[in-house]
């Protein structure tokens, strides 16, 4: 099982760039690493999936070193409704499941 | 197109009683998970099925089991129900395909279960 590792808490003000960092060091050949978010009394959302390299969607950016062991998430300009749990994930679940761990996550917290 | 729908959204039962919960994945989606979240343990998964064949089993006891009817939809009962049993109850569905799949599973907005 690839564990992951995430500052528990993390602070920011609107505007400004978040980076959140996962430390997965036991991450295996064909593990993906899968980003969500969630809000309190709801499930998890999706944001983002990356192997390697840099991945970008409209909402978010991932970045995973050569060696895969650790990953940023990078959430631009955040507003107020991004205070929210980031999980990051790491594993291949189309596979097994079990191997989709969510761990106890970021809890950013967006101060005005 | 629907999202992930749970129900119910809220109910409280009693030490011993047992209890059922429904998820409608999206439609098209073969594949339902359940996930149990607590403040204390986080958010643990406990099974997944795919056309109705349980494939994937978490680390919980036998009073928490599931099914899927053929049309998807997906039920799970925890039996003998213990005050620990209190907490929100995920679920997820996914397409499971690689083409399709851009490792995202799709979660309802979950079935909160107090025991008292």
């Known amino acids: 099982l690839a564990k992951t590792t995430q500052p528990i808490s993390m602070d920011s003000y609107e505007g400004q760039e978040v980076n959140i960092t996962c430390s997965h060091n036991?991450?295996?050949?064909?593990?993906?690493i899968t980003w969500y978010q969630q809000f309190p009394s709801q499930g998890p959302r999706f944001i983002i999936q990356?192997?390697?390299t840099k991945v970008t969607n409209e909402v978010a950016s991932l970045f995973i070193p050569a060696d895969r062991k650790s990953s940023t998430l990078s959430l631009p300009r955040v507003s107020l409704s991004d205070t929210a749990v980031y999980y990051c994930?790491?594993?291949?679940?189309?596979?097994?499941?079990?191997?989709?761990?969510f761990g106890s996550g970021t809890k950013l917290n967006v101060k005005p | 197109k629907a999202g992930v729908t749970q129900t119910p959204r809220y109910l409280i039962k009693t030490r011993g009683q047992q209890v059922t919960l429904s998820c409608s994945p999206i439609?098209?989606?073969?594949?339902v998970s359940w996930y149990q979240q607590t403040p204390g343990q986080g958010l643990q998964f406990l099974f997944e099925y795919f056309s109705e064949t349980q494939r994937n089993k978490g680390n919980f006891p036998g009073r928490f089991s599931g099914r899927q009817f053929s049309n998807s939809r997906s039920e799970m009962n925890v039996s003998t129900l213990e005050l620990g049993d209190s907490a929100l109850y995920l679920c997820?569905?996914?397409?499971?395909?690689?083409?399709?799949?851009?490792?995202?599973?799709?979660f309802g907005e979950g079935s909160r279960l107090t025991v008292l």
């Open positions: 990356g192997y390697k």
């Open positions: 994930l790491v594993g291949d679940w189309m596979i097994d499941f079990n191997k989709f761990y």
């Open positions: 036991n991450i295996a050949t064909n593990d993906y």
């Open positions: 439609s098209g989606h073969r594949s």
């Open positions: 997820a569905s996914s397409p499971l395909t690689r083409l399709a799949n851009t490792g995202e599973l799709f």
